[in-house]
């Protein structure tokens, strides 16, 4: 049986900061990014992390699926936030799937998720290949005004595919364009016009020709180019090389969401899913010491899939803040007061025993009684024998809540002032005291309708650690 797409999902944070915003801050000591001043780009809050928003992306692409089908997870990017910690693990937690699945993390190369998507295409097991990038970039630089937030997941298997695989083809070659040390915060990158000509035309313009001839399909067989390079008009260029239409050339993003790393060749495989049609071939390619070129065919479950997809790409929000960017970023040190002031540890054996409340957000339901309660405890509330044991596990984290009071909190620290937090209540039963976050003021009032998201809850910084736990953000268009 053959190997190909079953579904994808992608996430953009909601705020869009305006490019004109960073070049108005540092015009007086970098006036050539002028040219790079126009449209937005996405960027997460203090809360998102790669974990958060790939888990994000994936519970989009899950939608309506079975996830005890799923045999494998992996977590690509270049900024995973544990060097010692299945952060593909925590991902996996949050997605509630099966203690008795693989789980792996993939870095080191911009092309890691299409390395890690093309190794899942080998076999027809069910496979979700998520991927993140959330990267620092040096003040008043060209990659800050470049680089964005996003992620990406598509699940790969047998069965009512989307989109058939084909073939691929790769190489491996330590062409360095850019690089990153252990531990250094910032990229350093070569000229732009080395990159293009040595890098990009010489190393992925071959690859896109060799995995064609291979494959045995002419360029202008291909009705969708998703060709993962950040400098405009080389995505063109490529194509028209290997015989690709130039009107086949997908939109890149970078207007509108920025170069979102690891997640940007799934990224934009997703965008294009979203418009294409069954029965069209769609080739992607992606460049980071060598490159990776694959080639699918759409099918006739392609459009039920971008239905239920649709639904979760929300409007951006125009943002101009730029100083709240910076210090979300750690480039900007604020006075955090006095009440900043907490130790935030978190005791493994703690996290150990309750992983699946914390980072599941899984509750109980009472088989006597049908009475759900977060957390599950032994002891059920409104039981008609008190005998203990009698709750099964309940998920809560997609399932839609209301707000019956809340508190906008400005005494208490938070990055992202006011803090807000209240009581809701789940739909089908269950009440908790939750944060609320992404909020805008005049956004969020008592019966307004709310749904769970994975974030970090608080950093420790004296150890290292950062907590996770589920937040409540308002219902927007489509979400529901």
Not at 29 to 47: F, R
């Amino acid at each position: 049986m053959n190997s190909g797409i079953l579904s994808y999902g992608l996430y953009l944070p909601r705020r869009r900061l305006q490019r004109s915003s960073i070049y108005e801050a540092n015009s007086w000591y970098a006036p050539g990014l002028g040219s790079l001043a126009k449209g937005e780009k996405a960027i997460s809050n203090w809360d998102e992390d790669p974990v958060t928003m790939a888990v994000e992306a994936g519970r989009y692409c899950m939608d309506g699926i079975d996830r005890a089908l799923i045999e494998s997870v992996s977590l690509a990017s270049t900024t995973l936030p544990f060097a010692d910690r299945s952060n593909a693990g925590i991902a996996k937690e949050a997605l509630n799937l099966s203690d008795n699945i693989m789980s792996t993390d993939r870095t080191g190369s911009l092309r890691a998720a299409t390395s890690a998507l093309m190794q899942s295409l080998q076999n027809d097991s069910t496979n979700l290949c998520l991927a993140a990038d959330r990267r620092k970039s040096k003040v008043a630089s060209p990659q800050e005004m470049n680089y964005g937030d996003a992620s990406a997941a598509f699940l790969t298997g047998s069965g009512d595919v989307i989109a058939n695989y084909l073939g691929g083809y790769s190489n491996t070659i330590d062409f360095v364009d850019h690089y990153r040390e252990t531990g250094a915060d910032f990229d350093y990158a070569w000229e732009a016009r080395f990159v293009r000509d040595e890098g990009y035309q010489k190393i992925l313009g071959s690859t896109i020709k060799s995995a064609l001839e291979k494959l045995e399909i002419s360029g202008d067989a291909i009705d969708h180019a998703v060709i993962s390079v950040p400098l405009r008009g080389v995505p063109q260029k490529l194509a028209t090389v290997a015989g690709i239409a130039i009107e086949a050339v997908a939109d890149t993003h970078m207007a509108s969401v920025g170069d979102a790393g690891v997640s940007h060749p799934l990224l934009m495989l997703a965008m294009t899913l979203q418009n294409a049609k069954p029965g069209q071939k769609v080739l992607l390619a992606s460049f980071g010491q060598g490159a990776d070129v694959m080639v699918f065919e759409t099918t006739k479950h392609l459009e039920t899939v971008n239905q239920r997809q649709s639904k979760f790409m929300l409007p951006g929000l125009k943002d101009t803040n730029y100083s709240r960017y910076l210090f979300h970023r750690g480039l900007l040190d604020i006075d955090k007061g006095m009440r900043a002031e907490l130790d935030e540890k978190q005791p493994g054996t703690s996290l150990a025993r309750d992983r699946k409340t914390v980072l599941g957000l899984i509750g109980g339901k009472c088989l006597e009684t049908g009475v759900v309660q977060f957390p599950k405890t032994d002891l059920a509330v409104n039981t008609v024998s008190r005998a203990s044991g009698t709750l099964e596990d309940y998920p809560f984290a997609d399932r839609l809540a209301k707000v019956l009071s809340f508190t906008a909190d400005r005494l208490a620290y938070s990055p992202d002032p006011p803090s807000y937090y209240g009581m809701i209540d789940f739909e089908g039963g269950g009440r908790m005291v939750v944060e609320f976050a992404d909020i805008e003021d005049g956004e969020v009032d008592v019966g307004k309708q709310m749904r769970m998201v994975f974030r970090i809850k608080a950093f420790d910084e004296l150890r290292g650690f950062r907590k996770y736990f589920w937040k409540a953000i308002p219902v927007q268009r489509g979400d529901s």
